[in-house]
């Protein structure tokens, strides 16, 4: 809708019910004079957090809205599959309107909000300004470099899916561009691969970088050797896996340095400037490929209070999830930290977290419009799981600890029923089972160059955001 009908249209809405000031033509078909009865609850993230409010919304007496930049959701835990070349990124990305099909009062809109008015129940977006009845910033997270310009300059982040393929382009020209020099020196910036941060991102690809090399490497490429590429994972911290039980960490390391990779811990990065990363110990790697998963930090759209936001740049939130100070807005997943007794530090930034948050929400909405009494937030911690490649997985699911090849299977069947879309599991088990058993699945295509200005190679390339 132009702008201009929608504000014209919006400001219809405003005096027929200035209550549901969002409800511009909500329903399809339905006369721009009727007025929804029904509270709006505005959903501010279509990830993990969001897309379960409005599923658990589903048929309840109120209209669901959905925003988000990208019509799609998107299954981060997957997304070293893409930048490794390893899947395809629609297969770890679903359409949203898809996914809410049927559901008769949900409604979509792309749209990146900037700024909410809690005074007036209102945010402000790039599509305008939408009114709510209820509010659920589920915005989640993005790299945090912690205020190393150089870092965030030159590094590559793993956070969303253009990110992802924008990786995978400069690890695959990295690689080409290698092939073209001479000598070994040369050539090692181009081959050294330096992961920052040993959670679960950095290990997963890590592991899948180092089997890149050892089985695909010299296939694609045998202008070089397997031993040129070169795979180091480093930590700040004393060990890799740091969130996970101490067996998970060493049986991880374990694997890593089976792969051939350079687990270097307690190691603090110091600079990056495209060529070299310099460490605090006055040690360096020459490097042009820096992959940066050591932390993340809140998306906050502007209008929330200062005083609300908690290490980590997350919203602080009561115990059902209310946005403090707030009768209406509820913040859920990485975006908010619940500070309550039991959880002074909040919760992980996982997956989980976010899905049970969003079930929670949606009933503690229902129970507000009720006048029901509500009741607090209780995470149930379903365990951790990581792969390290091949065979090879740690698990950490209550008191039951296991490693190999087990708990691969265990992480393979977690993130196959977890994928949205039948057809994304379908793809993905068959790229998985092809990958297995030739040891060379994915396309690894470069379909667009990653280009950057900040790191001149061969003198040609300029930026892009892929
Ligand atoms: C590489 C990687 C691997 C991971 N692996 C695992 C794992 O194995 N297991 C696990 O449990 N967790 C894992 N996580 C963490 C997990 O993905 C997050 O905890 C989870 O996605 C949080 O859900 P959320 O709903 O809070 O936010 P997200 O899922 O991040 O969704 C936020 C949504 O908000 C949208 N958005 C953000 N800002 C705006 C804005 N201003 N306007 C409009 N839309 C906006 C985004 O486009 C996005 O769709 C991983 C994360 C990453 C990055």
């Not at 995978?168 to 181009?190: D, H, T």
Request: net charge positive.
């Amino acid at each position: 809708m132009p702008v201009t009908t929608f504000t014209a249209f919006f400001t219809s809405r405003c005096q027929f019910h200035p209550h549901i000031l969002g409800n511009y033509a909500f329903f399809k078909g339905m006369d721009q004079k009727d007025k929804s009865k029904f509270p709006l609850v505005l959903i501010a993230g279509g990830g993990f957090g969001g897309l379960q409010v409005a599923r658990k919304l589903k048929d309840m007496p109120v209209d669901v809205m959905m925003l988000d930049r990208h019509n799609y959701h998107t299954f981060q835990p997957l997304l070293y599959q893409v930048a490794i070349g390893s899947l395809e990124a629609d297969s770890i990305a679903f359409s949203l309107r898809k996914n809410f099909a049927g559901q008769k009062n949900f409604r979509f809109r792309i749209a990146e909000i900037t700024k909410i008015n809690p005074d007036k129940n209102t945010v402000v977006t790039t599509i305008g300004e939408i009114a709510y009845d209820y509010l659920v910033i589920a915005t989640g997270s993005t790299t945090n470099f912690f205020g190393n310009k150089d870092v965030e300059r030159f590094a590559m982040p793993m956070k969303s899916i253009p990110e992802a393929l924008n990786l995978r382009s400069l690890i695959l020209q990295n690689i080409e561009e290698a092939v073209l020099l001479n000598s070994k020196k040369e050539r090692e910036p181009y081959l050294n691969f330096v992961l920052v941060g040993a959670g679960p991102t950095g290990v997963e690809l890590a592991g899948a970088l180092a089997e890149l090399r050892n089985h695909i490497l010299v296939q694609d490429y045998p202008e070089l050797e397997k031993e040129h590429m070169k795979v180091y994972l480093v930590d700040f911290q004393p060990r890799v896996l740091g969130a996970m039980s101490e067996q998970a960490s060493n049986a991880a390391k374990e694997f890593l340095t089976g792969l051939g990779v350079e687990v270097l811990v307690s190691e603090k990065v110091e600079s990056y400037d495209g060529n070299e990363i310099k460490f605090g110990n006055g040690k360096s790697i020459h490097t042009k490929n820096v992959i940066w998963s050591a932390g993340v930090t809140g998306v906050v759209p502007d209008g929330i209070s200062k005083g609300s936001i908690e290490r980590g740049n997350r919203i602080r939130t009561g115990s059902i999830c209310l946005v403090e100070g707030s009768s209406n807005i509820f913040a859920i997943g990485d975006v908010a930290a619940m500070i309550t007794r039991e959880t002074p530090k909040g919760h992980p930034g996982v997956a989980q977290v976010a899905i049970q948050q969003g079930n929670h929400v949606a009933k503690t909405i229902m129970q507000l419009i009720n006048g029901e009494p509500t009741v607090p937030f209780k995470y149930l911690d379903k365990g951790s799981l990581a792969t390290i490649g091949r065979n090879k997985a740690v698990a950490d699911l209550g008191k039951l600890k296991f490693q190999g090849f087990f708990a691969w299977l265990i992480w393979m069947f977690v993130h196959l029923v977890s994928l949205l879309g039948f057809r994304n599991k379908i793809v993905v088990f068959i790229n998985w089972t092809l990958s297995y058993l030739t040891f060379n699945g994915g396309a690894r295509l470069i379909i667009r160059r990653f280009v950057t200005e900040d790191i001149p190679l061969n003198g040609h390339l300029t930026k892009n955001d892929g």
